[in-house]
């Protein structure tokens, strides 16, 4: 075959478009660590990486989660912790109601005490954290309480349920009808059967002159059932507390494997992409050398 001037310079641009090619490509990892940057250059690359970044997506919004969920059973918390104080300063009051020397004025004014603090419970289950009421289930845009309402008290049970991994969602509420209740099926209401009735009812009998100490004294085992009942409702929430801090180790480990993965797939080796790129510089000067011994002078060059 016939080899022409034409077809050594064609031969020539041609590997040398080649070589700026390849010195492109190093420079383009360099500048972005990425091994690819478009998906044309490793269609395979890329399909992983968006498998692995939507993967990493959902682990990030799972540790969003994370964040809302502590926030609601911690303020929860806080807030039981206050009623349980409350409702212990209250029997302390009744202790000392229950004793016949006290005079009807002295009774008053622990009435008036029990009503503040009774006033202080409700502000308590009406508890909010941002714009949500975290005492009443599902319906967190509503007051759970309010002792001026038929029914005064919400009997909303539905959980609030946050997903915290993938298909698994964990309740972070507390039922308000296991720890603010009123009694609403009993007219009169009757004592031993929800919060604020029986507050509601002490109350009655403090500012009653009739009643004795014997009357008062049968509200203490009330109040340490609604004791109990704040105390059973922390230790729930205490268990699902340490679940969750074993699902939020969970998916730290998951963001830590899913990242690790996602660099192994993505990023440059930049030790290897920097060799690779001054192997191809001395390959493209040696082809730049050779092309200029490769062609020859024309006539053109001897008129100049």
Request: net charge negative; hydrophobic share 35%.
């Amino acid at each position: 075959m016939r080899v022409t001037q034409g077809m050594l310079a064609e031969n020539m641009l041609r590997n040398l478009s080649a070589s700026y090619a390849r010195l492109g490509k190093y420079q383009d990892q360099l500048a972005t660590g990425k091994k690819i940057n478009r998906p044309s250059d490793d269609p395979v690359v890329a399909m992983k990486g968006m498998a692995y970044r939507t993967n990493l997506t959902e682990v990030e919004q799972f540790k969003r989660n994370f964040s809302e969920a502590h926030n609601w059973i911690e303020n929860s918390d806080a807030a039981l912790d206050e009623a349980t104080q409350v409702l212990q300063r209250i029997r302390e009051l009744v202790v000392q109601a229950s004793n016949d020397t006290y005079e009807a004025s002295q009774r008053e004014s622990i009435a008036q005490e029990v009503q503040q603090l009774t006033d202080h419970l409700v502000s308590i289950a009406n508890t909010k954290v941002g714009d949500k009421y975290i005492f009443n289930g599902t319906n967190t845009l509503q007051q759970p309480v309010d002792l001026n309402r038929t029914p005064p008290v919400s009997t909303n049970q539905n959980e609030v349920k946050i997903e915290l991994s993938k298909g698994i969602y964990i309740p972070v509420n507390v039922d308000p009808t296991k720890v603010f209740s009123y009694d609403s099926a009993n007219t009169p209401p009757q004592p031993g059967n929800g919060l604020f009735s029986d507050l509601e009812l002490l109350n009655q009998d403090l500012n009653n002159p009739t009643k004795s100490g014997k009357d008062l004294n049968q509200y203490l085992s009330y109040i340490d059932k609604h004791i109990n009942n704040f105390l059973n409702a922390r230790a729930e929430l205490g268990a699902r507390m340490n679940r969750i801090e074993l699902m939020e180790n969970r998916v730290d480990q998951q963001e830590i494997i899913a990242n690790r993965m996602l660099s192994d797939n993505e990023d440059a080796d930049i030790e290897r992409v920097i060799t690779d790129l001054k192997t191809q510089e001395s390959v493209h000067r040696a082809a730049l050398g050779v092309g200029a011994r490769i062609i020859q002078p024309t006539l053109l060059d001897f008129l100049r």
